[in-house]
Antibody
Framework: EVQLQQSGPELQRPGASVKLSCKASGYTFTEYYMYWVKQRPKQSLEFIGRIDPEDGSTDYVEKFKNKATLTADTSSNTAYMQLSSLTSEDTATYFC??????WGQGVMVTVSS | DIMLTQSPATLSVTPGESISLSCRASQSISTNLHWYQQKPNESPRVLIRYASQTISGIPSRFSGSGSGTDFTLNINRVEPEDFSVYYCQQSNGWPRTFGSGTKLEIK
């Protein structure tokens, strides 16, 4: 059974950075892109980027290129997303997703002073 | 980037009605279009893949159609548990994008 287990909720100060994790199980981690998706409160979903865990190559949506950094650790089957220079605009739920069908449970990031 | 326009933004219906939700792409995406349901505080759940492919475990009252730029999600006889938000997503290259969603609410 495919599972994507994300890390717990975060409360961060403006200007800080945060690193979110997504531990994959039930499939071969290196065979599928891992996607990251942002959802602000009461808003739609938007892609942030994707990583190919096999070689670490990444693609980002333009607006997130200076905000998010995606990495993957094949020894632990875990994908990471670091968000830098946090502002209130980064307050959202962040999902990892594999393919079309499989999603993590989401992690709420709150940015507040 | 490919834009997806969903309509209507909100649909108010009575349980038992049959409905259609629309998703229109800004350029042709073949059948690389997927439908999701999202309930409050949950992850999106895929209902239909590649425009019309049904998925094991999803009730048969959900069906999809379309290709190119125009797509439809049909719900035959809406059940109480169907009241939620529906999104379309395209996977025709990178970046993938979502529509803005249709909220299905009880009349």
């Amino acid at each position: 059974e495919v599972q994507l287990q994300q890390s717990g909720p975060e409360l961060q100060r403006p200007g800080a950075s945060v690193k979110l994790s997504c531990k994959a199980s039930g499939y071969t981690f290196t065979e599928y892109y891992m996607y990251w998706v942002k959802q602000r409160p009461k808003q739609s979903l938007e892609f942030i980027g994707r990583i190919d865990p096999e070689d670490g190559s990444t693609d980002y949506v333009e607006k997130f290129k200076n905000k998010a950094t995606l990495t993957a650790d094949t020894s632990s089957n875990t994908a990471y997303m670091q968000l830098s220079s946090l502002t209130s605009e980064d307050t959202a739920t962040y999902f990892c997703a594999m393919g079309i069908d499989y999603w993590g449970q989401g992690v709420m990031v709150t940015v507040s002073s | 980037d490919i834009m997806l326009t969903q309509s209507p933004a909100t649909l108010s219906v009575t349980p038992g009605e049959s409905i259609s939700l629309s998703c229109r792409a800004s350029q042709s995406i073949s059948t690389n279009l997927h439908w999701y349901q999202q309930k409050p505080n949950e992850s999106p759940r895929v209902l239909i893949r590649y425009a019309s492919q049904t998925i094991s475990g999803i009730p048969s009252r959900f069906s999809g159609s379309g290709s190119g730029t125009d797509f439809t999600l049909n719900i035959n006889r809406v059940e109480p548990e169907d009241f939620s938000v529906y999104y379309c997503q395209q996977s025709n290259g990178w970046p993938r994008t979502f529509g803005s969603g249709t909220k299905l609410e009880i009349k």
